[in-house]
């Protein structure tokens, strides 16, 4: 499975930009599609979750500002970020679950740079 992200930039602090995930190669259906970010020394985090059939989940400091959504005709997950704040700046990058396979995917990452 390839997972191809795309939407990073520079934006100031209160803007707003919209990531775009596409997956492609799989046989099976995507179970779970998710986006994580990396700041510099600090250990990759869940930042929103979109599994298929279930209610979609965020972490508690984007709650409210971000929302993941899927679009499974296309095999995308978006992930719309209004609101942005400094604290916001990492790389993110997209996941993939395939339960057929048990295979857990990363795309390459789409760094997000807010200024204050």
């Known amino acids: 499975v390839q997972l191809q992200a795309s939407g990073g930039g520079l934006v100031q602090a209160g803007g707003s930009l919209r990531l775009s995930c596409a997956a492609s190669g799989s046989i099976y259906p995507i179970t779970t599609m998710a986006w994580y970010r990396q700041s510099p020394g600090k250990q990759r985090e869940l930042v929103a979750g979109a599994p298929s059939g279930g209610s979609t989940s965020y972490a508690d400091a984007v709650k409210g500002r971000f929302t993941i959504s899927r679009d499974y005709a296309k095999n995308t997950v978006y992930l719309q970020m209004d609101v942005l704040k400094p604290e916001d700046t990492a790389v993110y990058y997209c996941?993939?679950?395939?339960?057929?396979?048990?295979?857990?995917?990363w795309g390459q990452g789409t760094l997000v740079t807010v200024s204050s």
């Open positions: 996941m993939a679950y395939v339960h057929g396979v048990m295979g857990t995917y």
